[in-house]
């Protein structure tokens, strides 16, 4: 994974659409556990109030005023979900996903050995799930729902929980590059109506 994701050259919002507007930047943290043994991505979901609500998620917000993109992940990370990392766990970076609400999301790849201690902050987050990694390189994923505007993209990782872009955007970019080694952007997929808030 380290190795694919080093060969990896990512794209930045300035290369794929437009700069964001001041304020609209966020970063995420793609955060494998347990990577010395049974692997697994964290996901939560998000507190039935506030901004969006109910929806699976990576850990992350918005970057604030002089905060780099890693280092508003790993706030972001230890606020939400009481993991605290260092730059030192950290293994690159994927592609900068725009939204249509017109964030920029910066990906943040980290990886973690041993089984960390999680804490969910109930004000943000509802929830807290392990995907497996064996899960992510399943072959009935991704899924594409036909749709009039196009092929909309599922990543059902579980019973009950179907991931779209772009947090699913963001998980099929690490499937792809840091795991399978394919160089794949995921730009432009199209998202869900109850994405865009």
């Known amino acids: 994974m380290r190795r ?3 060969t990896f050259t990512r794209a930045t919002d300035e290369k794929c659409v437009t700069t964001p507007v001041r ?3 966020a970063a995420v943290t793609v955060s494998v556990l347990d990577a010395d043994r049974d692997a697994h991505v964290l996901m939560i979901k998000r507190a ?3 901004l969006n609500s109910g929806q699976w998620a990576l850990p992350g917000g918005r970057i604030d005023p002089g905060e780099t993109a890693t280092e508003a992940a790993l706030r972001e ?3 939400e979900v009481g993991l605290q990392l260092t730059e030192d766990h950290i293994v690159g970076a994927l592609d900068d996903f725009v939204t249509d609400s017109g964030f920029v999301i910066t990906p943040i790849v980290a990886v973690v050995t041993g089984s960390p201690r999680l804490q ?3 004000a943000e987050v509802q929830s ?3 995907i497996p990694l064996d899960r992510l390189v399943s072959d009935d994923l991704p899924r594409w729902a036909p749709t009039p505007e196009g092929p909309l993209l599922q990543m059902p990782l579980r019973s009950n929980m179907v991931v779209h872009a772009p947090t699913g955007a963001i998980l099929l970019q690490f499937r792809e590059v840091a795991l399978l080694g394919r160089h794949i952007t995921v730009a432009g997929l199209q998202q869900p109506a109850f994405t865009r808030v």
Request: cysteine-free; overall charge positive.
């Open 120 to 122: 969910r902050n109930p």
């Open 77 to 79: 990370l230890y606020e």
């Open 48 to 50: 039935p109030r506030g």
């Open 4 to 6: 694919n994701i080093a």
């Open 23 to 25: 304020g609209r930047t």
């Open 128 to 130: 807290l799930h392990r």
